[in-house]
């Protein structure tokens, strides 16, 4: 657009093109006629031509009048929905947000608000994105994530986390191991077993906190094998490689050929946090935090 011209000088040469009487354009616009006149004779200086033949009688468009009526409509309607589109991201209605989870999270839905928050803002992307607790946090930090559901996560500059629920761990064994039919395990007999665990790169806190009843022994148990999910991890112990500590929601899916036991003699667990960047007070953010669920502490 011409610098100088606005909007409302295209507001004002449609309704007079409408009418071809600056009288009743004036009247339709709520403003007095000579204010009208004033506004179409700027907007003719700014293009730099005429857009209306005018005599005492008779009002009629040029050639260039012709074209712009043709426009402006077009114009004032892309500005009217680009508009409208600001104010829908500025309220949170559009866009896309960025929540990021950790697979063993979702035994305990914690992303079941997802669902109702897409069916209330359609305009709006929900992009959900999986990793270890520790890129998580680091994607909040540096603003790839809007949001995220962690497991004992670090303490990150620059993030706010929420605790939502806190459980305990369960010992994971094969359905053949001499122990697979016990009440409850220690730590000290569970570290007693070559364990299949996930890299310490997933979390260090995650990490030290699942492993606490064991280390609580006194006993560092050996790792035989690492794996990047809870489901791989199951799997493994189910084929006899190892054992494993695993957060009670995580052993929800295990497979049939492996046992889960209470740990006993401990009070160590394990707490799924809500995690945002501080400050973030966007309407897009506080939307669907209003619809992600609380559930209790266990």
């Given at each position: 657009?011409?610098?100088?011209?606005?909007?409302?000088?295209?507001?004002?040469?449609?309704?007079?093109?409408?009418?071809?009487?600056?009288?009743?354009?004036?009247?339709?616009?709520?403003?007095?006629?000579?204010?009208?006149?004033?506004?179409?004779?700027?907007?003719?200086?700014?293009?730099?031509?005429?857009?209306?033949?005018?005599?005492?009688?008779?009002?009629?468009?040029?050639?260039?009048?012709?074209?712009?009526?043709?426009?402006?409509?077009?114009?004032?309607?892309?500005?009217?929905?680009?508009?409208?589109?600001?104010?829908?991201?500025?309220?949170?209605?559009?866009?896309?947000?960025?929540?990021?989870?950790?697979?063993?999270?979702?035994?305990?839905?914690?992303?079941?608000?997802?669902?109702?928050?897409?069916?209330?803002?359609?305009?709006?992307?929900?992009?959900?994105?999986?990793?270890?607790?520790?890129?998580?946090?680091?994607?909040?930090?540096?603003?790839?994530?809007?949001?995220?559901?962690?497991?004992?996560?670090?303490?990150?500059?620059?993030?706010?986390?929420?605790?939502?629920?806190?459980?305990?761990?369960?010992?994971?064994?094969?359905?053949?191991?001499?122990?697979?039919?016990?009440?409850?395990?220690?730590?000290?007999?569970?570290?007693?077993?070559?364990?299949?665990?996930?890299?310490?790169?997933?979390?260090?806190?995650?990490?030290?906190?699942?492993?606490?009843?064991?280390?609580?022994?006194?006993?560092?148990?050996?790792?035989?094998?690492?794996?990047?999910?809870?489901?791989?991890?199951?799997?493994?112990?189910?084929?006899?490689?190892?054992?494993?500590?695993?957060?009670?929601?995580?052993?929800?899916?295990?497979?049939?050929?492996?046992?889960?036991i209470p740990l006993i003699g401990t009070d160590a667990d394990t707490t799924i946090y809500l995690a945002t960047r501080a400050g973030d007070d966007r309407p897009?953010?506080?939307?669907?935090?209003?619809?992600?669920?609380?559930?209790?502490?266990?």
């Amino acid at each position: 657009m011409k610098t100088g011209v606005e909007l409302r000088h295209l507001r004002y040469f449609l309704t007079v093109a409408e009418e071809l009487h600056f009288g009743r354009a004036a009247t339709r616009l709520h403003i007095a006629q000579p204010a009208l006149t004033q506004q179409i004779q700027r907007l003719e200086t700014l293009l730099g031509t005429r857009l209306f033949e005018r005599t005492s009688r008779t009002v009629a468009l040029t050639p260039a009048g012709v074209v712009l009526r043709e426009r402006a409509g077009a114009l004032l309607g892309h500005a009217e929905r680009d508009l409208a589109e600001v104010i829908r991201i500025g309220q949170g209605s559009q866009g896309t947000l960025y929540l990021g989870f950790v697979p063993s999270v979702l035994p305990l839905e914690p992303l079941r608000g997802v669902r109702e928050f897409r069916e209330r803002f359609p305009l709006v992307e929900v992009d959900l994105v999986e990793g270890f607790t520790s890129h998580l946090m680091e994607r909040l930090a540096n603003g790839t994530l809007d949001m995220a559901i962690v497991r004992d996560p670090d303490p990150r500059p620059g993030t706010v986390t929420v605790p939502l629920v806190t459980e305990p761990f369960m010992a994971v064994l094969p359905a053949d191991h001499p122990d697979a039919d016990r009440a409850g395990l220690t730590g000290a007999e569970l570290a007693a077993n070559p364990l299949v665990f996930f890299p310490r790169a997933a979390g260090g806190l995650a990490y030290e906190k699942n492993l606490a009843p064991l280390l609580e022994s006194g006993r560092r148990p050996h790792i035989v094998q690492e794996a990047t999910n809870w489901t791989i991890i199951l799997y493994l112990v189910a084929a006899g490689l190892g054992v494993t500590i695993a957060p009670r929601s995580a052993t929800f899916t295990a497979p049939e050929s492996v046992r889960m036991i209470p740990l006993i003699g401990t009070d160590a667990d394990t707490t799924i946090y809500l995690a945002t960047r501080a400050g973030d007070d966007r309407p897009l953010v506080q939307n669907l935090l209003d619809l992600l669920p609380n559930p209790p502490r266990e």
